[in-house]
């Protein structure tokens, strides 16, 4: 009875992760045609090149650019929205095949990367707040700080000057971020590259642009070094066809017009009204990934926990060195390892909710080993010793009397868990997984709404958590009477 | 033939030797009490007597099983062996039934209502048929070392060991305990107890054993050992507790 229980659990867990994954697949649809479909890495926030509109698919001049080659070159792609510096780390480690994110053709990226024609010129501008009259140029960042998004060329050209001006860099992951941070008046300024600076400037009437452009490098597809050559062919043959019929200009037109469609203007009532929907899906791969992680966490907790127990020196010793290593690696640097690292030394492609689980998983596996180690070792050995006495092998007496027991003991700190892993996912962000956060920022790159997006998200968590914090309270409560 | 056999007894934890060989037996339905200073070995030496603790050398024979022999099943050898603890050790999250009936049944030696008609004899035997679905933390300390008492007789043990059973009772409760212990050994049963009950050592044990640093100092009956030790230590031992 209690293993059918278990077994119909575990195939309920492996129905959610199978329906869960299908939806793991990100971003735009796949266009038609034939052959192998290419995964294209680009940015989430950097408008005009790529954002998501209000119904959530992701537009800009990178993925009109890239849909009108496609359709001309009649291959099929998916678009991964994983940031630009989880872009270019994906493309290094073969997770992707060509990332196309308003990537700045320069020097040190050509040693990494083959690039198509160049699609756009650009080049980096200043920008300040709208009410801020005393920068004016280069000279008047001095002793102030400068807010740039890393990997991007306004960054490198932020430090090309930073001591000569004598300013401090702020760096971001995020453009939304870097602007909230020039808004609030942190950082006096910020670098970007000028059609990027330009439409925000224009969607949000909080930036002005203050400085000419610099001479700058231009936009290029890339692909890794001596891979997918036919895909950059293709993309080169593609743009060649489309700025021969005055497609490109139209897309360019597009977005860059004076009277640009946009994302559209909202009240902050239908702000929330619209993004509700994206975060709840957002929660919904939150609660999927941390029950999925918790249960694999479960497995290898009960596995390792009963090696520390035991009376094995060597399984001890595994299970030991287990639990450091996967306890003392922040969770961050993990994920990145797992993803990035990994895939990169071996060469393979390691799908993104492989890595997130994975990552979840370890990292929460060390803690329940510790936390079943914990309870087991709490409880009297004289309970393990009057079992035994009385004729019961090792594994009878741990099942029927020292389990029972410590599991009341673990319980909490089981609740404990389930609630910080839940919070972990968040983390998980920094390799493109789109969870609740990653929704957030994803909505805040379009709308720039930073207190109501992340207000949202805060109050998401808080309700779920509190209801499986009461929930698991009332099953405490039952185990406790027993 | 002794039921217990103890040849040349030796346990050590690293360097530290505990037991430095000890030669003794016990005869079926013998009552021995082990007296002796605190740290002198006398709980080790019964641990090892359902080899609780790991044998370091020498042979232990109960029932002629060598529990040091890798063929014998210890297991079973234990089902055979009674103990009871200082700390009683209950079972917390079984009624006082349950902790009773569990071990037979749980080794298939009875079925449910074997296990429970036995639980309940016992029960009344030790005095507490009104508390068979009381759970452990409602009962009284010499009402759980009854209790603990009869677990260990639903397994139908010849030998019974008791490691200071009523040190950790207040002085009314000793007495409940104590009284079962007696109606054991008139019935009969073979037992071997560690005890600083010095009145009761010398009223019901057959022999007495005196033990200081991991050796068996004197072995005799109680008139012997209390009225006559022929051992320094043994003399100064019971002038400090008599």
Redesign the interface.
Known sequence: MKLSKVSLFTIALLLLMVTGLSGFAGGAAAEPGTGKTYVIGTDITFAPFEFQDVNGKYVGIDMDLMDAIAKDQNFKYEIKPLGFNAAVQALESNQVDGVIAGMSITDERKQKFDFSEPYFESGVVMAVGKNNDTVKSYDDLKGKKVAVKTGTEGYTFAQSIASKYGFTIVPFDDSSQMYEDVKTGNSVACFEDYPVLAYVAKQSNDLKIVTKKEAGASYGFAVGKGKNKELLEKFNTGLTNLRASGEYDRIKEKYLAEDAAGAATQSRSELILGSIQPLLIGLGKTLLYTIVSLFFAFILGLIFGFMKVGQNRFLRGVATVFVDLFRGIPLIVLALFIYFGIPQALGFTMPLFLAAILTLSLNAGAYVTEIIRGGIESIDRGQMEAARSLGLPYRKAMIKIVIPQAIRVMVPAFINQLVITLKDTSILSAIGLVELTQSGKIIIARTYESFTIWAEVAIMYLIVITILTKLSGYLEGRVRRG | MGKIRVEGLKKSYGANQVLKGIDMQVQQGEVVCVIGPSGSGKSTFLRCI?R?EDITEGRVIVDDQDLNDPKTDI?????N???V?Q?F?????FSVLKNIM??PM??GKMNAKEARDTAMKLLTRVGLADKADAFPSQLSGGQKQRV?IA??LA?NPDVMLFDEPTSALDPEMVGEVLGVMKDLAREGMTMMIVTHEMGFAREVADRVIFMDGGYIIEDGTPEEVFGSPKNERTISFLQKVL
Request: net charge positive.
């Open positions: 359902n609780l297991n079973k050898a234990r089902e062996i009674g103990m603890f700390h050790n209950l079972f917390p999250h569990f071990a749980e080794l603990a677990r260990a397994m």
